[in-house]
């Protein structure tokens, strides 16, 4: 087939068969095949659960996200954040016994899935659009330096402690490790020279995919031929097994004691995906909707619970290492979850050899591509609000969490919002000698009155917040014109819609002008407001007609009979 052929429907992620493409997605998810084996494992263990859950998890998320997800390049599966939820729900359940774990961290799954597709037939993937650009970079930026510490300890043939506790946690244990001597040498220099080849390597798409493949099939060839796996920390072999339903010995009781946990796990899980989603998808020129994202991460989770899995997310570690490798659309999750599948078929033994450094530092470097420096040099010359935004973000993913940091910068822009449409742009329009029109005044300091007349520009909606803001701005441009005014004009463009409170405020106003002799009329008003105003105040002179389709025909309006007020 050639590049502009039709895309074959089963393929997910291809709107055209394109044989670079494919390549690509086939390196990288050779690549990213390898690192889920010690992520699923370690997360499962982290849960409480046998460490094949999380491969099992793993293969049952990638297929139905590739299958139904609408990143091309987003990676589902286990997940430090979710693992301690998981560990709490299931563990005081299931009494110490495994099988039964196993049970109930399925059923848990299921649950999450059940919420996530609920939510999507309640049409509530809109709170995707809560994730403005600041907090995307701020996120993205922060989840790279978290990712950077917690693979520190990999890096230095460390033992890893618990990300859970957070940054400094991560980097005082850290140094307390350096300062007794205990880094493994061997381990580092290898991460090292790993590290170093990534980096020269990664400047290229091309020579990137070859780097990752290279480093990583050269260590576990080196690993098999010189014996290191007795001073090196290991990756270990991978367990065998197929994915199988492991749903028995469970209760209604036990739906009952789950389903709040699986609440906060979906919220959670949902949170996370959201935003790397929407982030990744807006840095490529894509486009994702927030209700086929919740649809999609519900299925997986539901696929997860059925095949002897646990509750999956976006993995914040696993993407850039997709990307970075190449990847280019869903395929490489798909890739990567059948390789995996084989290699636990076929050869269990390989990455006994693998040094666990060597995937630290792919991790490391991938990590490090998610920062979007431009971005956020762009937003410190645009707008230091949204650079505190941003900044916000990032301090709370890395010293607060992934869910709280966003929760947090979430809470702030609303609150910027709310701020915004409380005290909003206000401003007075003159004319400008030469040049057709009214202009702020503000920014034509030169620009002249109209004598008698007063325009005023408000760039909001009104409601109960602001609209006495908007009164006394009127009242006192009118108050320190030097020509006593006839006639105010708003013009209302800008203003989007109206309440009742605004109204009053609004008649208000109305009856002062009045009582001076001054008349106020209203331009571009749009036609709901109109008919608010009709409403509200059928009574009161604002029922009546006393609105201009535009802002020349009131002022020449006004020019033909100045005492019509």
């Known amino acids: ?96 016994d495994p099988r039964r774990a196993v049970s109930l961290a399925g059923l848990l799954s299921l649950l999450v899935g059940a919420i996530l597709i609920t939510g999507f037939v309640l049409r509530m993937g809109f709170l995707s659009n809560l994730l403005s650009k600041p907090i995307r970079t701020g996120y993205l930026a922060g989840i790279a330096l978290v990712i950077a510490v917690n693979q520190l300890p990999g890096l230095l043939g460390l033992e890893h402690s618990s990300a859970a506790n957070g940054v400094l946690w991560q980097l005082t244990t850290i140094l307390v490790h350096l300062g007794h001597g205990d880094a493994n040498l061997a381990a580092a220099l290898i991460g090292a020279f790993v590290l170093a080849l990534l980096v020269v390597t990664s400047r290229s798409s091309p020579w990137r995919m070859l780097g990752v493949l290279g480093a990583v099939a050269g260590s576990m060839l080196a690993g098999f031929l010189f ?41 959670l899980a949902f ?25 999609a991460l519900g299925a997986a989770n539901a696929a997860a619970g ?41 050869a269990p033994e390989a990455t006994r050899y693998l040094p666990s450094s060597v995937l630290s530092a792919v991790v ?104 006495q803001v908007f009164v006394d701005h009127v009242r006192s441009l009118v108050d320190r014109s030097p020509v006593p005014g006839r006639c105010v004009i708003v013009a209302a463009e800008a203003i989007t819609g109206i309440d009742s409170t605004a109204v009053e405020q609004l008649v208000q106003l109305d009856e002062y002008l009045h009582a001076q002799g001054t008349v106020l009329v209203f331009a571009e008003i749009k036609g709901p407001i109109k008919d608010k105003l009709a409403r509200f105040g059928p009574e009161t002179r604002l029922g009546q007609a006393r609105h201009y389709p535009t802002l020349e025909s009131a002022v020449d309006a006004w020019r033909q009979d100045p005492n019509s007020g």
């Open 1 to 96: 087939m050639t590049g502009g052929a039709k895309e074959p429907r089963f393929i997910p992620g291809h709107r055209h068969f394109d044989r670079r493409s494919l390549l690509a997605d086939l390196g990288a998810g050779a690549s990213l095949s390898v690192l889920l084996v010690p992520a699923g494992m370690a997360y499962s263990l982290a849960a409480g659960l046998p460490a094949v859950a999380g491969l099992y998890a793993s293969i049952s998320a990638l297929l139905l996200y590739g299958a139904l997800g609408p990143s091309k390049v987003l990676i589902l599966g286990p997940d430090s954040s979710l693992a301690p939820l998981i560990a709490a729900a299931v563990l005081p359940l299931a009494a110490g």
């Open 227 to 267: 014996r290191i796996e007795g001073s090196v920390p290991m990756v270990g072999a991978l367990p065998g097994g197929w994915p199988g339903p492991a749903l028995d010995r469970l209760g209604a009781e036990d739906i009952a004691a789950l389903a709040g946990p699986a609440a906060g796990i979906a919220l």
């Open 271 to 295: 949170a996370d995906t959201t935003v790397l989603s929407r982030t990744l998808a807006l840095r490529h020129g894509n486009a994702v909707d927030g209700g086929r994202e919740m649809l």
């Open 306 to 346: 059925l095949f002897g899995g646990f509750p999956v997310s976006a993995s914040t570690s696993r993407t850039p290492v997709a990307i970075h490798a190449g990847a280019r659309t869903r395929l490489a999750g798909i890739f990567s979850a059948l390789l995996l599948l084989a290699f636990m078929q076929i």
């Open 364 to 467: 490391m470097v991938a990590a490090a591509s998610m920062i979007d420096f431009k971005g956020i040099s762009a937003l410190f010359r645009s707008s230091l609000t949204e650079a505190a935004l941003m900044t916000a973000t990032f301090a709370g993913v890395v010293f607060l969490g992934v869910l709280i940091g966003v929760l947090v910068a979430v809470g702030l822009s609303l609150a910027v919002f709310v701020a915004r449409a409380i005290a909003p742009y206000r401003t007075e329009l003159v004319l400008v000698e030469g040049v057709p029109g009214f202009y702020d005044v503000t920014r034509h300091p030169e620009g002249t009155r109209i004598p008698g007349l007063t325009i005023v520009r408000f760039d909001a909606p009104l409601f109960f917040a602001n609209g």
